[in-house]
């Protein structure tokens, strides 16, 4: 038998568990790791880091990490770090109890959109005698790393370990630094299927003031090519120039906002067409990995990241985002009337007026929702077989049929809600 206080530490263990970790202040713990904090915060990654239910965080001590982050811009720093972080729980007993004493697991460098091949997978092997190593996917990558110690575990939803050496995957060091010189927007959009989003910002103009605010950050929210021929979509063709800028400008932000930071978001979202005429903001909400968009306007689910590169990070969206500034807030849905209910077989009528109503005024009043029960086939000599009973009949009437007064019904239906709220403890 369930108990209230029971049925409370249910409750109370389920919102423990919706923000169960926070690896900035795991970390800060261990003055061994500072660099390595201070390069997740720097990166963004530690707000994907903290959005997902289950990871696991290869840790290198500062003097280990500064072979890693010499001479490398914060772009390739985070595309490396992303190798140390893997979408799975490991701890000391699991790595020491590979099956076939070896296995491949995903890291967040996979999710970026970035790795090419096995690029975004990092190879574990448990070497015996204690020793575990790990090392890239790619074909012919060594086991350069080794498990060192375990650092801190929540099972199963965290765990951070030591490995000795930075994880290094083929060519992953040489890449570009991102921005308006190292990417193409515009083939960048086309290959993920927006190419009717493209071609507006680049007739439009508004391609150029992308490119300008790439170097310092940006977030682009992309419609794909099915986004702009749904049906409900408002005719675009309709804006005036000015406001087809402010609504290409609405699908991007002025920073660097990877899809860690986006679940983490409470706030709304300025754009690029935020000025002082008008908001043109959005709001951000989560739902397990899913990520939608709201404009006030309409909605639309962050469906993949085309790129995310610091400072630049490209989403495709399922549908064109509709700012409140053009086109107005969304109606409000009509309340649905409430369904009728049944009164008892006893009950002689539904519904009582104070005064009978003259039968002309009945006549012209719109028909009623409800209509009174017929009359009784056999009725006094006399006495009129439409219209309304007397009150002085009716409370004679109510009280030789049973009839079920106000009091009453709303006695009875305490009592039954009552009954159903205490079975959930009893049950």
Not at 46 to 73: E, K, M
Not at 96 to 124: C, M, P, R
Request: glycine share 6%; hydrophobic share 40%.
């Amino acid at each position: 038998m369930a108990t209230f206080p029971s049925f409370f530490l249910f409750l109370l263990t389920v919102f423990t568990f919706t923000d169960a970790h926070n690896i900035t202040e795991i970390l800060s713990h261990f003055p061994e790791y500072t660099q390595f904090n201070n390069y997740l915060t720097q990166t963004k990654l530690a707000d994907d880091i903290n959005s997902r239910t289950t990871i696991t965080v290869l840790v290198l001590n500062d003097g280990a990490l500064s072979s890693l982050t010499a001479n490398h811009p914060l772009s390739v720093i985070k595309a490396a770090l992303s190798l140390h972080v893997l979408l799975d729980y490991w701890d000391g007993s699991k790595l020491h109890d590979i099956s076939k004493g070896t296995t491949v697991s995903t890291t967040l460098y996979q999710t970026t959109g970035n790795a090419a091949g096995n690029i975004g997978f990092v190879n574990i092997t448990d070497l015996k005698g204690g020793k575990v190593g790990f090392g890239s996917a790619v074909a012919g990558s060594h086991l350069d790393s080794q498990y060192t110690k375990s650092v801190k575990q929540i099972p199963y939803n965290i765990s951070v370990i030591e490995i000795d050496k930075a994880i290094i995957a083929p060519g992953i060091l040489d890449a570009p630094a991102p921005g308006a010189s190292g990417v193409n927007l515009t083939a960048a959009l086309e290959k993920a299927g927006c190419k009717t989003f493209a071609g507006l910002l680049v007739s439009s103009g508004v391609m150029k003031t992308y490119q300008t605010a790439a170097d310092n950050g940006l977030t682009v929210f992309a419609p794909n090519d099915a986004a702009f021929k749904d049906a409900k979509l408002p005719d675009l063709t309709k804006l005036s120039n000015a406001e087809l800028v402010a609504l290409l400008q609405f699908h991007a932000v002025a920073e660097y906002t990877p899809m860690g930071t986006l679940k983490a978001t409470k706030h709304p979202i300025s754009t690029l067409a935020t000025s002082g005429a008008g908001k043109y903001d959005f709001s951000a909400t989560t739902a397990g990995d899913a990520v939608t968009l709201d404009t006030g306007v309409d909605s639309s689910r962050v469906a993949s990241t085309v790129l995310d590169s610091t400072p630049l990070c490209i989403f495709t969206v399922d549908n064109v985002l509709l700012p409140t500034e053009l086109f107005g807030k969304a109606p409000s849905p009509a309340p649905v009337p409430a369904a009728p209910e049944a009164s008892p077989a006893s009950s002689p009528e539904v519904s009582r007026s104070p005064t009978p109503a003259p039968k002309a005024a009945a006549a012209a009043s719109p028909t009623p929702m409800f209509s009174p029960p017929a009359p009784p086939t056999s009725s006094p000599a006399g006495a009129p077989v439409e219209g309304p009973v007397a009150d002085s009949e009716r409370s004679t009437a109510d009280k030789n049929s049973g009839d079920v007064n106000a009091p009453a019904l709303l006695k009875t239906i305490l009592t039954v809600s009552v009954l159903a709220f205490a079975s959930v403890y009893v049950s």
